[in-house]
């Protein structure tokens, strides 16, 4: 049944609302305590609370109610601020359910069966009372002292037979599932039984079977990145790709952020994203085995895009890192792993430390290659020291050594200013024939020198650009493109310095220089790539203001950096 009241009868409770007693108290003067229940109230709905809020009320009887002269009133926890509305029309059905909201204009929706207008203002949305009441018998009331829950109502735990003893206690009632919306994303069940209740996680819980418990974040270490696929063949990579991780202790991965480049995700979760010591788990772009290529069931889903040239794939808390895999460039169709030997967050920051997956997954055995959810299986012996995995073909091939004039180092950055020298300091070099980087042998003039060892080939088409750098993480290298490799030297900001690459115990290319500007990379000019520009110094110059990379980066005081100036892994500009 639905109650519209007339314009004059809508002036009388308008009056009615500013005077607590309702007009005639002998209509209802049967009715008893808990014959009426008040069993949902929709506190903050989506938008404007004017014109959306409502109470529902149950008819606990054997017989229909008639709700003329039942007055509803809302009021402070202390009792002050009354305010109340005498119902003037409506019934109520026996073991029924009435709404009553607060519409304003226009007819009522499907869901209010009669509107009490401005009658009660605005319902309280972080403590109050509501109550129902004929002359001085208060039929039921309600107390609530938590926070109403935008566009989800209040609802007393679902039951056949509410009562207004059990609606007292403020523990059987609960937020309605956001699942459970009647109009727009508002949640509720106006005028129907109401759902049960279940636990709720709160800030930095979760729900294990349905108990709430406090997360168990990882440390550093403590979950690892084992196995990636980022370049599925079987099925597209928006469904298909995957990061397989295995935990070192019992944690759970709720909170953590999963990121790649500039793509990340967050695993949000109700429930608790548990992993005993020792366990696999698995985080994909699609739960639906149909579409993702037969996966296990993942341990939560993500929307980070896997890039197939490789690079470093990132768990992190917001103010801590867990783990970092840096993975070589990916094979069509076969994910890349970590040997069980060496299942550790050193291991895998290293490219040379991952093979390319023997075994196959999927419901017929038959799919792409990798042990998604399972223990990797034992890597095979590395390739011939002249061979190298083909990212094409997946198949081994010659390395493609570099000679000389085939490689040259373009442009350095010893002094970052966004970031410490030890994660900033980056070189570059351009390939003049296509080649392989496997093996090139990166040095200063110091003892100490980083060779670049991968299974996979690296390989660097003519034109293109490789970029060297002390740290992978471009979060904190100061927002470097992904790295071809990482070196474990620094470069000197002043002195008799240099920069070499070798190949076979020749050396390649030389960059020398004595000074280097803070803020901005050392460069060749424009245009320039041959292994001999870098010796005239008239070619050299500092990266020019207005050119700068990694623009953005957050800062620890809560600021950003506009970036350093260079050019890395991409051509340079022209010098002044």
Not at 279 to 291: E, F, I, N, W
Not at 365 to 379: E, M, R, S, V
Not at 444 to 453: I, W
Not at 536 to 562: H, R
Request: hydrophobic share 35%.
């Amino acid at each position: 049944m639905t109650t519209r009241i007339s314009m004059a009868t809508f002036l009388s409770v308008a009056l009615f609302g500013c005077n607590p007693q309702p007009p005639n108290t002998d209509l209802c003067k049967s009715r008893k305590a808990g014959d009426l229940v008040l069993t949902e109230l929709m506190l903050d709905p989506d938008g404007a609370d004017t014109g959306q809020e409502w109470v529902e009320l149950f008819n606990a009887t054997p017989q229909a109610i008639s709700l003329k002269g039942v007055q509803v009133y809302t009021k402070k926890l202390d009792g002050t601020g009354l305010k109340a509305h005498g119902i003037l029309a409506g019934e109520v059905p026996s073991r029924g359910y009435f709404t009553l909201g607060d519409v304003r204009q226009g007819p009522n929706p499907a869901w209010i069966n009669y509107s009490y207008a401005d009658g009660l203002g605005g319902l309280a949305q972080t403590e109050g009372i509501v109550g129902l009441r004929c002359g001085t018998t208060t039929l039921d009331e309600v107390t609530y002292t938590k926070a109403a829950k935008a566009s989800r109502s209040r609802m007393l735990g679902g039951t056949s037979d509410p009562d207004a003893t059990a609606n007292d206690d403020e523990a059987k009632w609960c937020d309605t599932d956001p699942a459970k919306t009647y109009s727009g994303v508002n949640a509720g069940t106006p005028g129907a039984p109401n759902g049960e209740c279940t636990a709720s996680a709160q800030a930095g819980t979760c729900l294990e079977n349905g108990t709430a418990r406090a997360v168990v974040h990882p440390a550093a270490g403590d979950v690892i990145i084992t196995e990636v696929m980022a370049d599925p063949k079987a099925v597209a990579d928006t469904a298909g790709e995957w990061v397989e991780v295995k935990a070192i202790s019992s944690v759970d991965l709720n909170g953590l952020v999963l990121s790649a480049g500039s793509s990340k995700t967050t695993l949000a979760a109700t429930s608790c994203l548990h992993l005993n010591a020792g366990d696999y788990g698995v985080l994909a772009r699609s739960s639906d085995p149909a579409t993702n290529g037969g996966l296990p069931a993942p341990l939560a889903t993500i929307t980070v895009s896997l890039a197939n040239s490789g690079g470093p794939v990132t768990l992190s808390l917001p103010d801590a890192g867990v783990d970092t895999a840096t993975l070589p460039a990916a094979l069509s169709g076969v994910a890349w792993q970590l040997s069980p030997t060496t299942l550790d967050a050193l291991a895998n920051d290293d490219p040379a430390s991952f093979c390319p997956a023997t075994a196959r997954f999927g419901a017929d055995g038959g799919g792409d290659f990798g042990t998604p959810g399972a223990a990797n299986t034992t890597c095979p012996l590395a390739p011939d020291p002249n061979s190298c995995i083909d990212a094409a073909s997946g198949r081994v091939r010659p390395i493609a050594r570099p000679v000389a004039g085939d490689l040259a180092i373009t442009e350095f950055m010893a002094n970052p200013g966004a970031v410490s020298d030890t994660f900033g300091e980056w070189f570059e070099v351009v390939a003049n024939q296509p080649v392989d980087l496997n093996g090139l042998v990166l040095g200063n003039e110091g003892t100490s020198t980083t060779t670049v060892s991968s299974q996979a080939c690296l390989f660097l088409d003519r034109g293109s650009y490789a970029v060297f750098a002390r740290s992978a993480d471009a979060g904190a290298n100061g927002g470097l493109p992904p790295p071809m490799a990482t070196f474990g030297f620094a470069l000197a900001n002043s002195g008799s310095r240099f920069i070499s690459i070798s190949s076979q115990g020749a050396e390649l290319d030389r960059f020398s220089y004595t000074t280097a500007a803070t803020g901005a990379s050392t460069q060749l000019a424009s245009g320039l790539t041959a292994p001999t520009d870098n010796e005239v110094t008239t070619n050299v110059c500092p990266t020019p203001a207005g050119t700068t990379y990694g623009g953005g980066l957050a800062l620890a005081d809560g600021g950003v950096t506009a970036g350093d100036r260079g050019t890395p892994g991409a051509a340079n500009v022209a010098c002044p």
